[in-house]
């Protein structure tokens, strides 16, 4: 590769590393091109980003985005998960399709600002989605004012009875 592609090609990562809420760093030794393939458009339906990049150009690139912790993590065959919006997709379309989970080796992460090892790249999956989390808050506030209207519903229910029965007598 030339030294000017090589160029924009660490200008291009390190712009979308540093975009990035989350990147997941794979070894993806033993996959086939067909099972790369479905992966990529596994990744692209969830508008994850998956690139392979040479480890001096990824190192070059996670020092220009002022990514650190990542270097111990950059030997061997690596591709990279990269994410916008939701940090758990990644691993959470790995886990949906087991079949990349036997083949592809999770190393590391950066999650938010915080690069995590494998011990801890698995817990991620458990994490919630934004969306979830936000459904879930909606749900639990929504809870008490629900329960409040009931309960004025039930007073003003009893006392139309009551007006009710009170005209009846009077009848």
């Known amino acids: 590769m030339a030294t000017a592609q090589k160029e924009k090609v660490v200008q291009e990562m390190s712009d979308k590393f540093s975009r990035a ?3 997941y760093l794979v070894d993806f030794t033993g996959m086939d091109v067909n099972m790369t393939n479905q992966l990529r458009r596994n990744f692209q339906e969830s508008n994850i980003e998956y690139r392979v990049v040479k ?10 985005a002022g990514i650190e912790g990542m ?3 950059l030997k061997g065959v690596n591709a990279y998960a990269i994410s916008y919006d939701d940090p758990t997709l990644p691993v959470k379309v790995l886990e949906k399709h087991k079949e990349y989970k036997e083949k592809l080796k999770l190393k590391a992460a950066l999650f938010e600002g915080q690069v995590v090892g494998t011990d801890k790249v698995e817990n991620l999956s458990k994490i919630p989605s934004r969306q979830e989390l936000l459904g879930q808050l909606v ?12 309960a004025l519903n039930g ?3 009893n006392l139309v009875n009551a007006l009710k029965a009170l005209e009846e007598k009077k009848k």
């Open 71 to 73: 270097e111990p993590f």
């Open 155 to 157: 007073v003003m229910y």
């Open 55 to 64: 480890n001096t150009l990824a190192k070059i690139s996670f020092d220009k």
């Open 21 to 23: 809420s989350s990147i």
């Open 139 to 150: 749900g639990m506030l929504n809870s008490p004012m629900s329960k409040l209207v009931y």
